[in-house]
C-alpha cells in the first residue's frame, strides 16, 4: 500500500506540474526538462506513467474532463448551466482545466505548432457531453421544438470559447462567472420551454454553492480521480 500511495502522489504531482508548465508556456514550448524541475521528480519517474509529452498532454485533458457528480437537478436544463457555471469556475480555479482549454487554443499563439493534436480537444469533448445534457432534455420535454441538440452544443461550446478567452484577455478570467450568466440568459430562451425559464438558477455563484453541496467523500474520491488511469503503478513505486 506505501508504494501504490507514492506512486499515486507521484503520477498527481507530475500532472499538476505539467499542467502548470502547459499553462504558462502552451503544448508547443514546454519542455520535460521544465516540467521535471517543477514536479521535483527523476527522469525515470516521469518516464514510468507518461511515455512522452503528448501523453502527458492526454493526462491532462483526461484529469480536467472528470468534474465528478453533482447534485441531481429536477430539469437536464438546469445541470447543463451547472455544468457551464462548474466549467467557468474551474477555469478560474484548477490549473488542469486552465492548461487544458491551454492545449485546446494552442495552435492559435505565437509561434505554435500547427501539428498541435490537441487543438479543440476539450472544447469536442464538452460538446459532446452538452449533446447528451440536450438530448435528454428533448426527451423529457424541456425544449423548444425545433432544437437541434448538437447543433445547439457546438454553439454553446463556442460561445463559451469566445467568452472565457475575452475575459482571460481582459482580466485574467476574474469575471468569467458573471460572463457565462449573461451568455446564457441570452441562449436560453432561444432553446427551452418558457414556463421552464422562471425556473432555472443561474447566479453567478451557481457553482459555488453546488460545489458546498458535495459531501466530504465526494471531494476526496475527485482528489483521486486523476491517478485512475494510474492503478497499475502499484506494481512499482515510482
Given at each position: 500500500m506505501a508504494r501504490q500511495a507514492r506512486a499515486i502522489q507521484t503520477r498527481k504531482t507530475i500532472l499538476l506540474a505539467a499542467a502548470a508548465v502547459f499553462d504558462e508556456r502552451g503544448y508547443s514550448a514546454a519542455t520535460i526538462t521544465e516540467i521535471l524541475a517543477r514536479a521535483g521528480v527523476t527522469k525515470g519517474g516521469l518516464y514510468f506513467h507518461f511515455a512522452s509529452k503528448e501523453e502527458l498532454a492526454l493526462g491532462v485533458i483526461a484529469a480536467q474532463l472528470e468534474v465528478g457528480p453533482l447534485p441531481p437537478q429536477r430539469t437536464k436544463m438546469q445541470e447543463l448551466i451547472d455544468q457551464g457555471l462548474l466549467?467557468?469556475?474551474?477555469?478560474?480555479?484548477?490549473?488542469?482545466?486552465?492548461?487544458?482549454?491551454?492545449?485546446?487554443?494552442?495552435?492559435?499563439?505565437?509561434?505554435?505548432?500547427?501539428?498541435?493534436?490537441?487543438?479543440?480537444?476539450?472544447?469536442?469533448?464538452?460538446?459532446?457531453?452538452?449533446?447528451?445534457?440536450?438530448?435528454?432534455?428533448?426527451?423529457?420535454?424541456?425544449?423548444?421544438?425545433?432544437?437541434?441538440?448538437?447543433?445547439?452544443?457546438?454553439?454553446?461550446?463556442?460561445?463559451?470559447?469566445?467568452?472565457?478567452?475575452?475575459?482571460?484577455?481582459?482580466?485574467?478570467?476574474?469575471?468569467?462567472?458573471?460572463?457565462?450568466?449573461?451568455?446564457?440568459?441570452?441562449?436560453?430562451?432561444?432553446?427551452?420551454?418558457?414556463?421552464?425559464?422562471?425556473?432555472?438558477?443561474?447566479?453567478?455563484?451557481?457553482a459555488e454553492r453546488l460545489l458546498a453541496q458535495r459531501p466530504v467523500e465526494v471531494e476526496e474520491v475527485m482528489e483521486e480521480g486523476m491517478d485512475d488511469e494510474g492503478d497499475d503503478d502499484a506494481r512499482i513505486s515510482a
Open positions: 466549467f467557468a469556475h474551474q477555469l478560474r480555479h484548477d490549473p488542469l482545466t486552465r492548461a487544458s482549454v491551454g492545449l485546446a487554443m494552442d495552435q492559435w499563439g505565437e509561434g505554435a505548432e500547427r501539428s498541435n493534436p490537441f487543438h479543440g480537444t476539450p472544447f469536442q469533448s464538452w460538446a459532446n457531453r452538452l449533446t447528451q445534457l440536450l438530448v435528454e432534455a428533448r426527451e423529457r420535454g424541456e425544449l423548444l421544438p425545433h432544437v437541434d441538440p448538437a447543433e445547439t452544443a457546438d454553439l454553446l461550446a463556442g460561445a463559451f470559447t469566445g467568452v472565457q478567452w475575452m475575459s482571460q484577455i481582459l482580466c485574467e478570467r476574474a469575471d468569467l462567472s458573471e460572463r457565462v450568466t449573461v451568455l446564457l440568459r441570452h441562449l436560453l430562451p432561444s432553446i427551452t420551454l418558457p414556463q421552464l425559464m422562471p425556473t432555472l438558477d443561474l447566479a453567478p455563484d451557481r
